[in-house]
């Protein structure tokens, strides 16, 4: 299997900066693809942005885009969100995913909150 420890969490400010990090560590080599979703209070668990471990493709929401960058560094294992531009909807426990292509392998990291407010 493969464990997640993320970190970077915290308050951040309206129009600041926040930066997530994903460590995995285990059978990494079972890695396709890892993501970041989010879970809003009173709201359900969403996709925030993915990217292939290989490849280094990302894709996010819309919501996003042009805020938020997901980035991989495979030499420490190491999955990045560098969240811009922060808006209080922003406001959510974000947790990192790992997995396989055919999901054989989906990987949890424990959660960080983000609080976005002045």
């Known amino acids: 299997q493969v464990q997640l420890v993320e970190s970077g969490g915290g308050l951040g400010q309206p129009a600041g900066s926040l930066k997530l990090s994903c460590t995995a560590s285990?059978?990494?080599?079972?890695?396709?693809?890892t993501g970041w979703y989010r879970r809003a209070p009173g709201k359900q668990l969403e996709l925030v942005a993915t990217?292939?471990?290989?490849?280094?493709?990302?894709q996010c929401i819309d919501s996003v885009k042009g805020r938020f960058t997901i980035s991989r560094d495979n030499a420490n294992n190491t999955t990045y969100l560098q969240m811009n531009n922060l808006k209080p909807e922003d406001t959510a426990v974000y947790y990192c995913?790992?997995?396989?292509?055919?999901?054989?392998?989906?990987?949890w990291g424990q959660g960080t909150q983000v609080t976005v407010s002045s």
């Open positions: 285990g059978k990494i080599d079972r890695i396709y693809m």
């Open positions: 990217i292939i471990r290989a490849s280094g493709i990302t």
């Open positions: 995913n790992a997995r396989s292509p055919d999901w054989s392998l989906n990987s």
